[in-house]
Protein backbone atom coordinates (compact mmCIF):
# COMPACT_ATOMS: atom_id res chain seq x y z
CA UNK A 1 0.00 0.00 0.00
CA UNK A 2 1.69 3.33 -1.26
CA UNK A 3 1.94 5.69 1.23
CA UNK A 4 3.55 8.16 -1.40
CA UNK A 5 1.50 9.10 -4.81
CA UNK A 6 2.62 10.52 -8.23
CA UNK A 7 0.60 11.02 -10.93
CA UNK A 8 0.43 10.67 -13.77
CA UNK A 9 2.29 7.68 -13.79
CA UNK A 10 2.44 7.94 -17.56
CA UNK A 11 2.76 11.06 -19.67
CA UNK A 12 3.44 11.98 -23.53
CA UNK A 13 3.54 15.36 -24.19
CA UNK A 14 4.78 17.42 -27.06
CA UNK A 15 8.43 19.92 -26.95
CA UNK A 16 7.57 23.24 -25.50
CA UNK A 17 4.66 22.04 -23.27
CA UNK A 18 4.48 22.64 -19.34
CA UNK A 19 4.36 20.21 -17.28
CA UNK A 20 4.06 20.15 -13.45
CA UNK A 21 4.82 16.39 -11.90
CA UNK A 22 2.63 15.74 -8.64
CA UNK A 23 3.98 14.24 -5.57
CA UNK A 24 2.41 13.98 -2.38
CA UNK A 25 3.10 11.92 0.74
CA UNK A 26 0.88 11.13 3.51
CA UNK A 27 3.12 10.17 6.20
CA UNK A 28 4.20 13.62 7.70
CA UNK A 29 7.68 13.24 6.42
CA UNK A 30 9.20 16.53 6.22
CA UNK A 31 12.13 15.49 3.90
CA UNK A 32 11.00 15.11 0.32
CA UNK A 33 13.09 13.87 -3.05
CA UNK A 34 13.00 14.20 -6.42
CA UNK A 35 14.99 11.55 -8.67
CA UNK A 36 16.03 11.25 -12.37
CA UNK A 37 16.25 7.26 -13.54
CA UNK A 38 17.21 6.32 -16.79
CA UNK A 39 17.20 2.43 -17.82
CA UNK A 40 20.55 0.93 -16.92
CA UNK A 41 21.65 4.28 -14.80
CA UNK A 42 22.08 5.37 -11.13
CA UNK A 43 19.46 7.60 -9.76
CA UNK A 44 20.45 11.43 -9.88
CA UNK A 45 19.06 13.92 -7.28
CA UNK A 46 17.47 17.00 -8.91
CA UNK A 47 15.98 18.70 -5.86
CA UNK A 48 15.22 18.33 -2.43
CA UNK A 49 13.34 19.93 0.73
CA UNK A 50 13.45 19.87 4.18
CA UNK A 51 10.15 20.90 5.18
CA UNK A 52 7.78 23.49 3.89
CA UNK A 53 9.61 26.77 1.93
CA UNK A 54 12.53 24.98 2.01
CA UNK A 55 13.82 23.63 -1.66
CA UNK A 56 17.31 23.00 -2.74
CA UNK A 57 18.83 21.51 -5.89
CA UNK A 58 20.80 18.39 -5.99
CA UNK A 59 23.46 16.65 -7.81
CA UNK A 60 22.17 17.09 -11.11
CA UNK A 61 21.28 20.02 -12.80
CA UNK A 62 18.13 20.39 -13.93
CA UNK A 63 15.89 22.86 -15.59
CA UNK A 64 13.08 21.96 -13.67
CA UNK A 65 11.66 23.85 -10.73
CA UNK A 66 9.71 22.55 -7.29
CA UNK A 67 7.75 24.23 -4.36
CA UNK A 68 7.13 22.91 -1.14
CA UNK A 69 3.78 25.02 -0.18
CA UNK A 70 2.78 21.95 2.52
CA UNK A 71 4.33 19.59 4.16
CA UNK A 72 2.47 16.60 2.25
CA UNK A 73 2.99 17.83 -1.43
CA UNK A 74 6.06 18.73 -3.35
CA UNK A 75 5.38 19.57 -7.23
CA UNK A 76 7.79 19.05 -10.02
CA UNK A 77 7.70 22.22 -12.41
CA UNK A 78 9.17 21.98 -16.45
CA UNK A 79 8.38 25.49 -18.16
CA UNK A 80 8.92 24.23 -21.38
CA UNK A 81 9.77 20.15 -21.94
CA UNK A 82 12.28 18.77 -24.25
CA UNK A 83 13.12 15.29 -25.62
CA UNK A 84 15.85 15.16 -23.54
CA UNK A 85 13.55 15.57 -20.63
CA UNK A 86 12.36 12.25 -21.23
CA UNK A 87 13.22 10.12 -18.22
CA UNK A 88 11.41 8.54 -15.44
CA UNK A 89 10.90 10.42 -12.39
CA UNK A 90 10.77 9.10 -8.94
CA UNK A 91 9.29 11.28 -5.59
CA UNK A 92 10.48 10.15 -2.41
CA UNK A 93 10.00 11.34 1.52
CA UNK A 94 11.86 10.43 4.62
CA UNK A 95 11.91 11.59 7.91
CA UNK A 96 14.13 14.67 9.00
CA UNK A 97 14.43 13.23 12.85
CA UNK A 98 16.23 10.05 11.85
CA UNK A 99 19.49 10.11 10.33
CA UNK A 100 18.78 6.81 9.62
CA UNK A 101 15.66 6.71 8.22
CA UNK A 102 15.45 4.95 4.47
CA UNK A 103 13.60 6.98 1.52
CA UNK A 104 10.09 5.89 0.88
CA UNK A 105 9.71 5.96 -3.27
CA UNK A 106 6.28 6.61 -5.01
CA UNK A 107 6.17 4.43 -8.48
CA UNK A 108 7.28 7.11 -10.49
CA UNK A 109 6.13 9.14 -13.27
CA UNK A 110 7.26 7.60 -16.86
CA UNK A 111 7.74 11.05 -18.98
CA UNK A 112 8.05 11.02 -22.81
CA UNK A 113 9.00 14.35 -24.86
CA UNK A 114 8.01 13.58 -28.53
CA UNK B 1 33.17 10.72 -10.77
CA UNK B 2 30.49 7.71 -9.75
CA UNK B 3 31.21 7.66 -6.13
CA UNK B 4 28.61 4.18 -5.96
CA UNK B 5 29.72 1.09 -8.79
CA UNK B 6 27.95 -2.02 -9.32
CA UNK B 7 30.09 -3.44 -11.61
CA UNK B 8 27.67 -5.92 -12.65
CA UNK B 9 24.96 -5.05 -14.53
CA UNK B 10 22.73 -8.30 -14.32
CA UNK B 11 23.51 -11.88 -12.53
CA UNK B 12 21.56 -14.81 -13.14
CA UNK B 13 20.64 -17.50 -10.09
CA UNK B 14 18.92 -20.20 -9.91
CA UNK B 15 16.23 -21.16 -7.18
CA UNK B 16 17.67 -22.05 -4.36
CA UNK B 17 20.60 -20.68 -4.52
CA UNK B 18 22.82 -17.96 -3.08
CA UNK B 19 22.65 -14.60 -4.79
CA UNK B 20 25.64 -12.12 -4.24
CA UNK B 21 24.99 -8.16 -5.22
CA UNK B 22 28.40 -6.35 -5.56
CA UNK B 23 28.97 -2.89 -4.82
CA UNK B 24 32.35 -0.82 -4.09
CA UNK B 25 32.46 3.02 -2.99
CA UNK B 26 35.00 5.62 -3.31
CA UNK B 27 34.06 7.99 -0.70
CA UNK B 28 35.70 7.36 2.44
CA UNK B 29 32.59 9.70 3.89
CA UNK B 30 29.90 7.33 3.44
CA UNK B 31 28.86 5.71 7.44
CA UNK B 32 25.73 4.83 6.53
CA UNK B 33 24.85 1.72 3.00
CA UNK B 34 21.40 0.49 1.98
CA UNK B 35 19.66 -1.87 -0.40
CA UNK B 36 16.58 -0.75 -2.80
CA UNK B 37 15.10 -3.58 -4.74
CA UNK B 38 13.20 -1.99 -7.88
CA UNK B 39 10.65 -4.37 -10.05
CA UNK B 40 9.64 -2.64 -13.37
CA UNK B 41 7.19 -0.27 -13.36
CA UNK B 42 7.72 0.63 -9.53
CA UNK B 43 9.58 3.13 -7.46
CA UNK B 44 12.40 0.99 -5.70
CA UNK B 45 11.63 -0.55 -2.24
CA UNK B 46 13.83 0.04 0.68
CA UNK B 47 15.64 -3.45 2.15
CA UNK B 48 18.21 -3.31 4.19
CA UNK B 49 20.55 -0.98 5.45
CA UNK B 50 24.02 -1.19 7.57
CA UNK B 51 26.05 1.38 9.34
CA UNK B 52 29.78 1.59 9.30
CA UNK B 53 30.14 0.91 12.98
CA UNK B 54 28.74 -3.00 11.76
CA UNK B 55 30.03 -5.32 9.26
CA UNK B 56 27.25 -7.60 8.65
CA UNK B 57 23.45 -6.54 9.01
CA UNK B 58 20.64 -9.82 8.62
CA UNK B 59 17.15 -9.49 8.25
CA UNK B 60 15.83 -12.87 7.30
CA UNK B 61 17.02 -13.95 3.48
CA UNK B 62 19.18 -10.73 3.44
CA UNK B 63 22.07 -10.07 5.05
CA UNK B 64 24.36 -7.06 3.98
CA UNK B 65 28.12 -7.34 4.52
CA UNK B 66 30.66 -4.12 5.04
CA UNK B 67 34.50 -4.70 4.45
CA UNK B 68 35.63 -0.92 5.08
CA UNK B 69 38.76 -1.59 4.65
CA UNK B 70 38.23 -2.33 0.83
CA UNK B 71 35.48 0.07 0.29
CA UNK B 72 33.05 -2.51 -0.67
CA UNK B 73 29.91 -4.35 0.34
CA UNK B 74 27.69 -6.83 -0.46
CA UNK B 75 24.10 -8.50 -0.50
CA UNK B 76 23.36 -12.03 0.37
CA UNK B 77 19.73 -13.97 -0.46
CA UNK B 78 19.59 -17.05 0.28
CA UNK B 79 17.43 -18.83 -0.45
CA UNK B 80 16.96 -17.15 -4.06
CA UNK B 81 13.37 -16.97 -5.17
CA UNK B 82 11.81 -16.27 -8.41
CA UNK B 83 10.10 -13.12 -6.78
CA UNK B 84 13.24 -11.93 -6.00
CA UNK B 85 14.33 -11.34 -9.62
CA UNK B 86 14.23 -7.01 -9.90
CA UNK B 87 16.91 -4.58 -9.97
CA UNK B 88 18.60 -3.80 -6.65
CA UNK B 89 20.02 -0.50 -6.41
CA UNK B 90 22.82 0.03 -3.61
CA UNK B 91 23.04 3.54 -2.01
CA UNK B 92 25.38 5.15 0.19
CA UNK B 93 25.09 8.33 2.48
CA UNK B 94 28.18 10.42 3.95
CA UNK B 95 27.99 11.37 8.13
CA UNK B 96 25.85 14.34 7.85
CA UNK B 97 22.09 14.32 9.16
CA UNK B 98 21.45 16.08 5.82
CA UNK B 99 23.63 14.62 3.57
CA UNK B 100 21.42 12.59 0.83
CA UNK B 101 21.86 9.22 -0.98
CA UNK B 102 24.14 8.36 -4.02
CA UNK B 103 23.09 6.10 -5.71
CA UNK B 104 24.62 3.01 -8.21
CA UNK B 105 23.61 2.10 -11.27
CA UNK B 106 21.43 -1.37 -10.09
CA UNK B 107 22.43 -4.66 -11.10
CA UNK B 108 19.71 -6.91 -12.16
CA UNK B 109 18.64 -9.48 -11.00
CA UNK B 110 17.16 -12.85 -12.54
CA UNK B 111 16.33 -15.88 -10.75
CA UNK B 112 14.89 -18.72 -12.59
CA UNK B 113 12.97 -22.09 -11.43
Known amino acids: EADIYQTPRYLVIGTGKKITLECSQTMGHDKMYWYQQDPGMELHLIHY???????EKGDLSSESTVSRIRTEHFPLTLESARPSHTSQYLCASSELSSYNSPLHFGNGTRLTVT | DQQVKQNSPSLSVQEGRISILNCDYT??????FLWYKKYPAEGPTFLIS?????DKNEDGRFTVFLNKSAKHLSLHIVPSQPGDSAVYFC????????????FGKGTMLLVSP
Open chain 1, 49 to 55: SYGVNST
Open chain 2, 91 to 102: AARADSGYSTLT
Open chain 2, 27 to 32: NSMFDY
Open chain 2, 50 to 54: ISSIK
